[in-house]
């Protein structure tokens, strides 16, 4: 059974910081795409980071120079560090697991962490 635990959400103040993090089980972890997504309440889910199983990483422009995105393969986890957070940041976070084997997508999510920014 595949399992995304996503931890470290809370109220922040602007300009604070919080660290996600999301712990895989079920899954060859090393050879997934991970990523945070985030949903602010009325708006679209959208792409916050992506971590690629070789390292490199993509960030919206949003959060481009504040969020940092990381993994270890050890221990099956993605961690993201958010810094300057501001109110903008409000959303629920989800973790997501992606890859293709013999193009064959596979796609796992979390079940969310709530961020709030506010003073």
């Known amino acids: 059974q595949v399992q995304l635990v996503e931890s470290g959400g809370g109220l922040v103040q602007p300009g604070g910081s919080l660290r996600l993090s999301c712990a895989a089980s079920g899954i060859i972890f090393s050879i997934y795409t991970m990523a945070w997504y985030r949903q602010a309440p009325g708006k679209q889910r959208e792409l916050v980071a992506t971590?690629?199983?070789?390292?490199?990483?993509n960030y919206a422009d949003s959060v481009s120079g504040r969020f940092t995105i990381s993994r270890d393969n050890d221990k099956n986890t993605v961690t993201l560090q958010m810094n300057s957070l501001k109110p903008d940041d409000t959303a629920v976070y989800y973790c997501n697991a992606e890859t293709r084997v013999r193009f064959t997508p596979f796609d796992y999510w979390g079940q969310g962490t709530q961020v709030t920014v506010s003073s």
């Open positions: 971590i690629a199983s070789g390292g490199s990483t």
